[in-house]
């Protein structure tokens, strides 16, 4: 079984910063793609950046320039740094992580419970 648990998340003025984690365990063979994800109810979850295994990453174009994928590959962890944060930053927010487990021949995605983030004005 494979669970991703994130961790992190907050309540912080606008400009400040938060740094999110999110640890991949269980029974993994491999881990392609990582990724952080966000959704603010009303809304459909969108995109925030995402870490290939080879070390690709890429932003939506709200976050470039102020957030920061990262990833920890002996860890199966992958962290979003979040600096210069906006009001509108606040969602919850989820990892996924595309991974093969041992018990199966295929990759699938895995997501986590998510984390809050509020940023206040």
């Known amino acids: 079984q494979v669970q991703l648990v994130e961790s992190g998340g907050g309540v912080v003025q606008a400009g400040g910063s938060l740094r999110l984690s999110c640890a991949a365990s269980?029974?993994?063979?491999?881990?392609?793609?990582m990724g952080w994800y966000r959704q603010t109810p009303g809304k459909q979850r969108e995109l925030v950046a995402t870490h290939t295994s080879g070390g690709s990453t890429s932003y939506a174009d709200s976050v470039k320039g102020r957030f920061t994928i990262s990833r920890d590959n002996a860890k199966n962890t992958v962290y979003l740094q979040m600096n210069s944060l906006k009001p509108e930053d606040t969602a919850v927010y989820y990892c996924?992580?595309?991974?093969?487990?041992?018990?199966?021949?295929?990759?699938?995605?895995?997501w986590g419970q998510g984390t809050q983030v509020t940023v206040s004005s």
């Open positions: 269980g029974s993994i063979r491999n881990i392609e793609t």
């Open positions: 996924k992580a595309y991974i093969r487990p041992y018990s199966i021949t295929s990759f699938r995605d895995y």
